[in-house]
């Protein structure tokens, strides 16, 4: 029986996996809600502050696996080191690039955004 027996029937094919579309994020709409959400943190968004908020929905536009907050900061930290790295990032968004940019693009939380151990237990 086992000599009988084709490739194909021994190792049948998987059929291929076929994902969404990675959904565009770098619409009117989007940079109309960042704008609007801005104003009510009152923060002033500069040329520079829509660069980095660019490449945080670039990422979002290439990526299907988006839920690593520390990943995610590494490489903006490699893309704008020539300004400066972190300490740039955080000038320009004192309360942190990605929770910021989360927040003014409407983006979902990221996986270990924030850590549920720090604090205090009594």
């Known amino acids: 029986m086992l000599g009988q027996a084709t490739i194909d029937e021994m190792f049948p094919r ?3 996996v076929f994902r969404p579309p990675l959904p565009t994020l770098k619409t009117r709409a989007t940079y109309a809600g960042i704008r609007r959400r801005a104003a009510a943190m009152q ?18 536009e290439t990526c299907d696996d988006c839920e690593n907050a520390r990943a995610l ?4 930290k490699q893309e704008f080191l020539i300004q400066g790295g972190r300490r740039y990032l955080y000038q ?10 989360h927040e003014l693009a409407d ?11 720090a604090g205090t237990r009594y």
Do not use: K
């Open 14 to 16: 998987a059929l291929p």
């Open 43 to 60: 923060l002033t968004l500069t040329e520079a502050h829509m660069e980095v908020i660019d490449f945080v929905l670039d990422f979002y």
């Open 73 to 76: 900061s590494d490489m903006m």
């Open 92 to 101: 320009l968004f004192p309360e942190g690039p990605l929770s910021t940019i």
């Open 107 to 117: 983006l979902p939380d990221l996986g270990h955004q924030s850590d549920a151990g």
